[in-house]
T-cell receptor
Framework: EAQVTQNPRYLITVTGKKLTVTCSQNMNHEYMSWYRQDPGLGLRQIYYSMNVEATDKGDVPEGYKVSRKEKRNFPLILESPSPNQTSLYFC????????????FGSGTQLSVL | SQKIEQNSEALNIQEGKTATLTCNYTNYSPAYLQWYRQDPGRGPVFLLLIRENEKEKRKERLKVTFDTTLKQSLFHITASQPADSATYLCALLPSPLDYKLSFGAGTTVTVRA
């Protein structure tokens, strides 16, 4: 089954404790992206990747890191989480990223205390 | 600044009626516009894509229009059903070579039986 898999589904952590949210897709897509969703603000893009070893900042990249060493994986790293990073996070992928529909993961609800 | 605005209030309609959602944008000249459906706690699911040179697109009971002069897209759900209850997001790609898909905050639709 074609899918984007994120883990974990829920995560509670404390300020300053490094964490990684994993994302994997099995569709051989070139393009992958991370979004955060907050009430009233909609989905905001954090980082995106056009292909392996090609990443770029989205609209809200501060406090986040990404890497794309393999085509299928695109982890989101929070080196020193802060409470304002409490949010619902989605990973998404598409064939090329240009006018293609996005396939989204099920989301990761992160709470930073 | 660039902005995407959707109906600010939730839409409550009777089963069988047509739901009409609006998506207005400013300071964009999008080549494409997409609509997604999101159920609570789930990732968005792609519904329709319409290009700037297309006035209207249909898929089953869904219809999307795109007016680049008014800078507006309308999304219609005809013969609505309770199963159509969800949040609907519009998203646009600023240009054909742009990897940043920007989303509106969404409109929540509730269809009463």
């Amino acid at each position: 089954e074609a899918q984007v898999t994120q883990n974990p589904r829920y995560l509670i952590t404390v300020t300053g404790k490094k964490l990684t949210v994993t994302c994997s897709q099995n569709m051989n897509h070139e393009y992958m992206s991370w979004y955060r969703q907050d009430p009233g603000l909609g989905l905001r893009q954090i980082y995106y990747s056009m292909n392996v070893e090609a990443t770029d900042k989205g609209d809200v990249p501060e406090g986040y890191k990404v890497s794309r060493k393999e085509k299928r994986n695109f982890p989101l790293i929070l080196e020193s989480p802060s409470p304002n990073q409490t949010s619902l996070y989605f990973c998404a992928s598409s064939q090329t990223g240009l006018s293609e529909k996005l396939f989204f993961g099920s989301g990761t609800q992160l709470s930073v205390l | 600044s660039q902005k995407i605005e959707q109906n600010s209030e939730a839409l409550n309609i009777q089963e069988g009626k047509t739901a009409t959602l609006t998506c207005n944008y400013t300071n964009y000249s999008p080549a494409y516009l997409q609509w997604y459906r999101q159920d609570p706690g789930r990732g968005p699911v792609f519904l329709l894509l319409i290009r700037e040179n297309e006035k209207e697109k249909r898929k089953e009971r869904l219809k999307v229009t795109f007016d680049t002069t008014l800078k507006q897209s309308l999304f219609h759900i005809t013969a609505s059903q309770p199963a159509d209850s969800a949040t609907y997001l519009c998203a646009l790609l600023p240009s054909p070579l742009d990897y940043k898909l920007s989303f509106g905050a969404g409109t929540t639709v509730t269809v009463r039986a």
